[in-house]
């Protein structure tokens, strides 16, 4: 099968991989669409050491069973499918509990992380389990679907920060993520939803798909903007989506007293936290990891309309192409959001 393989870091090349079989209760899905995740273009260039070479990437991907394996009684020839990027065992106590994100066992296909190697999406073929399968209606396309994934990790954030119609959000970050729980928020019943980032082109998308108020800010001057707009309270919610010292300071400087931080951005792996201000606030820190159940709730939300990707998406490539996407994301040229390639044809 033709596959885009990570040979070596900052290395792809588009070659022929054996084809997978689909195993006892496993499915072999035809991808058609695969989205580049910026997780992707950082094990791209090896700053995450989750994508040792050689590995096919790709974890945000939808297309049609091609074959079943042993025991699958769900999923039949040519149904339209998608996957959770999660791989969980179901039998540990954290699967059983519904935190299928936090499994003992836990793996992410496209991933190559030193304890297991499991190819991903990027390719014309890939084998997952049953479990991790959902059906997709016939109204939502190959490339809508292949935002699913991040769309099920916005709303796996807000879910957890246990937000309720009427409350104010303010989310830091106007990248996918950002743009999605943006939405997610909106979803939930918040009543007014702001987006901060410093880049202006980001948050003209951000007013694409439904934020309140814009702020091209940062700092000490978003925290005065944020206050000015809550009539001095701060905002009931801040979702971190950025992952850096000073955002994750920003967004509990903006959140009320009694309010929630949840941190959903990761990029830098230690952040200085200012405890006093957490303590004597009394701000919840709330961590989101992936999703745990949200994907029917993405399905419905995306294909009725109500949470927007299309405006999000950049380009649609064949996979040959993949190469060069690759290395225009990570050379972070300007306006490039979604990228997302086809390995089969649409």
């Not at 950025?242 to 931080?261: F, L, M, P, Q, Y």
Request: glycine content about 10%; some cysteine.
């Amino acid at each position: 099968m033709k596959s885009l393989l990570l040979s070596e870091y900052n290395h792809l090349e588009v070659t022929e991989l054996p084809t997978p079989a689909a195993g006892p209760g496993e499915v072999l899905v035809r991808v058609e669409a695969c989205g580049i995740c910026g997780s992707d273009v950082h094990g791209y260039d090896g700053s995450s050491g989750r994508r040792i070479p050689p590995i096919v990437m790709g974890h945000e991907a939808a297309g049609t069973v091609a074959s079943i394996g042993e025991g699958v009684t769900n999923y039949a020839l040519g149904d339209r499918v998608t996957f959770d990027s999660t791989v969980y065992c179901g039998a540990c106590a954290w699967c059983k509990h519904g935190l299928v994100n936090l499994c003992d066992n836990r793996q992410v296909i496209g991933v190559s992380c030193g304890d297991y190697r499991r190819h991903g999406a990027f390719a014309e073929y890939v084998a997952v389990p049953q479990r991790i399968l959902y059906h997709l209606p016939a109204n939502l396309s190959f490339t809508e679907a292949a935002m699913l994934e991040a769309a099920s990790v916005a709303l796996h954030a807000v879910r957890v920060s246990e937000a309720h119609a009427g409350d104010t959000a303010l989310v830091l970050g106007a990248g996918m993520i950002g743009l999605l729980t943006l939405q997610a928020a909106r979803a939930a019943g918040c009543a007014r939803v702001l987006i901060a980032d410093v880049d202006a082109t980001r948050l003209n998308l951000a007013k694409q798909v439904g934020a309140d108020e814009a702020l091209h800010c940062s700092g000490a001057e978003l925290v005065a903007k944020v206050f000015e707009l809550t009539a001095g309270l701060g905002v009931d919610h801040t979702y971190e989506a950025v992952g850096r010292n000073e955002t994750v300071s920003a967004a509990i400087d903006c959140t009320r007293k009694g309010g929630t931080v949840t941190l959903i951005g990761n990029i830098q792996p230690e952040v200085t936290l200012p405890l006093q201000k957490v303590v004597t606030r009394q701000i919840r820190l709330q961590g989101s990891c992936a999703s745990a159940g949200e994907y029917p709730q993405a399905i419905e939300l995306i294909a009725s309309g109500r949470m927007q990707v299309s405006p999000l998406i950049t380009a649609v490539a064949p996979l040959e192409e993949g190469p060069r996407w690759f290395e225009r994301l990570h050379a972070r040229e300007p306006n490039l959001m979604k990228v997302i390639l086809t390995p089969g044809t649409i």
